[in-house]
């Protein structure tokens, strides 16, 4: 979940800021700020003795590589959705979430989850077909919100949510840190993204244009945010748990639909009125009522004390 307000990413990238440039100047800003938080822990002093290649590649390698196009979907999606769309399609990462965690952990969800994740799923549907349709009367504008705003946005959900439960794998059976997986992930994930410039058209538009074409200072703005925020994000849902962590995530929601309004000058769609709510209530009852395993009460022998 992106803790900032995602009207700046709009502006960043409406003055044709190249998506390759901004992901890998936000994945080195993650790389700076984990180490300075590694150093400030003491963690980062034994890091040489206990590191290994073979590691690092087992534990980040596979989520790096899947995080890496997350990120460029992410930037696709953000120029052809508003700010409120996007949030509230970006939820549905619970849900693949969920599901993988259960592939990968094993780990089983209560009925009111179930639920929960139900409703999330009624929420993205309801905006995919309002969206898709209510965006004017051109169909072309219509399919460049469909299959460059919302089908990025979804995919990169279901990636969020394969990269997290083997994220998770990595943490429990690797005893990886959250600020080591941040820096192996971060430069793992910055290479395939090198890698992807020599067949995509960013590449191009690189060579042409230069690596900083259509940037400001502003742009700054949403590159510093997202890596704080995915770091923040972490220690959110460690230190307060999940429950306080789904207050913040309603909380972000509002923030994007008054930050949409305040500086777009943009009111919320009626299909983002809609599924707001749904969406709301879906990540509520999703934290309140987690699983529990039920232990069977022995019966007392009345013949023995």
Not at 68 to 89: K, M
Not at 227 to 239: E, F, M, Q, W
Request: positive net charge.
């Amino acid at each position: 979940m992106n803790l900032n307000p995602l009207v700046c990413y709009n502006g960043a990238l409406e003055k044709n800021v190249i998506v390759t440039s901004f992901v890998l100047v936000c994945e080195i800003f993650k790389v700076v700020f984990a180490l300075i938080l590694m150093a400030r822990d003491g963690s980062l002093k034994g890091l040489s003795k206990e590191w290994t290649l073979m590691g690092s590649l087992t534990a980040s390698g596979l989520p790096a590589a899947i995080y890496a196009v997350q990120n460029t979907l992410l930037q696709i999606s953000y120029r052809n959705l508003d700010s409120l769309t996007f949030s509230i399609l970006n939820q549905t990462k619970i849900f693949f979430t969920a599901l993988f965690t259960f592939i990968v952990l094993r780990q089983k969800q209560s009925i009111q989850q179930v639920g929960a994740l139900c409703l999330l799923i009624m929420a993205a549907v309801l905006l995919s077909v309002g969206e898709g349709s209510n965006k004017g009367p051109s169909a072309s504008n219509s399919d460049q919100v469909v299959f460059y705003g919302i089908i990025p946005a979804l995919v990169a959900s279901l990636l969020s949510g394969l990269a997290s439960s083997l994220c998770q794998w990595a943490s429990q059976v690797k005893n990886r840190s959250s600020y080591l997986l941040t820096v192996e992930m971060s430069i793992v994930g910055s290479l395939c993204l090198l890698v992807s410039l020599l067949k995509f058209p960013d590449g191009e538009a690189i060579k042409r244009y230069g690596f900083f074409h259509g940037w400001t200072v502003l742009t700054l703005v949403p590159v510093i945010s997202d890596a704080l925020g995915g770091i923040l994000v972490g220690l959110v849902t460690s230190h307060a748990g999940g429950v306080r962590k789904g207050f913040v995530i309603v909380l972000a929601l509002l923030v994007s639909a008054l930050l949409q309004y305040v500086f777009e000058g943009k009111p919320p769609s009626l299909y983002c009125l809609v599924a707001l709510p749904i969406v709301m209530t879906s990540i509520s009852l999703y934290q309140k009522y987690p699983y529990t395993i039920r232990r069977r009460r022995r019966s007392k022998d009345p013949f023995t004390d």
